[in-house]
């Protein structure tokens, strides 16, 4: 039984500049001041209409946040089955650490095997409502797989542009979906250039990362997710595999959006940005005091997913870190393969490196007494180590 029709969304705004866009019509981003755009929804009027219990009893999937998403009509809330996935208390993980209350967010068994699937079902729901039906994306790799499987689903095009040496896994599902893949020379700016090029000429709608408003609203249903596991509480620690930053400003986002509905009170994790020692803009910019990242020369890492030189949300990204009194921790991929293996066997979850990364930024921040050992710690495992197997 779909969720009814909702409206909610009362306008995009940009958080830099405070201009206001129509969200009933098909945006992108702040053109002055190449910011991305945020949804407002009419909170007030939510908390009338929606309560926790009446939310629990829906069938399980991102889509149950209806009133908090940007879809209006149910017809056009495309579904792989996404979302609500397993917060996993991590028990002897944790003890390696001398940590009882460590967890991680398994977000493997998303559609295409990584929560770039929350992030894209909503653009793609939302574009396809106002009208596209031909997507552009350029990726790192788990974008395109999920791009080209909603396009699919939702019985549109898609066109992907992706680094040449991408994981094997990412070229054969777009591939499989149906998806016009092109492979760059290049890394994944390299691959947005293109990309952009070829938007503008053929008028393809392009959802890079935060160039649209709405995967970082689909992103956002992981903090929700938390904060109903931990009975509308939230953990101290949060521990986040960073590239573009949807999910880290989406998780800020929807703490916002539920205190409003007086549903959690003003008490944050500390967010915690991990990138990977061979492309780490954030954790740059963050020590250094810096507003912007600064594109980070010859990229590389096995995390694919966190290879991106400057992302678009730099901004957005370095407040979440400095208003919720976080950090930002680079670890090497000899230290990501480890961390891989001791989940693997501890835990029983194969990680995606990226997921793996949290887990040996997380060994830094103890030794270092950043995180005490009373403390409730979730890492997010982004997506299943299958995917990157060469
Ligand atoms: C894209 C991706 C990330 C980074 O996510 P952002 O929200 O862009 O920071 C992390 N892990 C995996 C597996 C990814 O595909
Ligand atoms: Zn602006």
Known sequence: MPIHTTDYTQTLLCPVCGEQYDPN????????????????????????????EALRARP????????????????YRFSLG?????????????????????????????????????????????????GIREFVVPTAGNAGGALAAYAARAGAISHIYMPADTPVANQVEVKMAGADL??????????????????????????????????????????????????WTLPDVILYPTGGGTGLVGMCKAFDELEALGWIDSRRPRMVSVQAAGCAPVVKAFQSGAERTELWPNAATIASGLRVPN????????????????????????????????????????CAPEGAATFAALRHLVSSAWIKPDETIVLFNTGTGLKYIQ
């Open 25 to 52: 019509q098909v945006q992108t981003y702040c053109k002055h001041c190449n910011s991305p755009l945020l949804t407002r929804y009419d909170l007030p009027r939510v908390r009338q209409s929606l309560t926790r």
């Open 60 to 75: 399980r999937g991102l889509w149950r946040w209806a009133e908090l998403l940007p879809v209006h009509d149910p017809e």
């Open 82 to 130: 996404e979302g609500d996935t397993p917060l996993l208390h991590s028990e002897r993980l944790g003890a390696s650490l001398g940590l009882s209350h460590l967890y991680i967010k398994d977000e493997s068994s998303n559609a295409t095997g990584t929560f770039k699937a929350r992030g894209l079902v909503v653009a793609v729901s939302r574009a396809f409502e106002l």
């Open 182 to 231: 092109h492979l760059v020379d290049g890394l994944i700016n390299d691959a947005g250039r293109q990309a952009a090029a070829d938007a503008a000429l053929h008028g393809w709608f392009d959802v890079s990362t935060f160039k649209e408003p709405y995967r970082v609203e689909g992103k956002k249903t992981m903090g929700f997710e938390l904060a109903e596991a931990f009975d």
């Open 311 to 350: 992302p678009f949300a730099d901004r957005l990204i370095l407040s979440a870190l400095r208003e919720s009194q976080g950090t930002a921790v680079s670890v090497t991929d000899e230290e990501i393969l480890a961390a891989q293996r001791e989940i693997g066997a501890k835990e029983g979850i194969f």
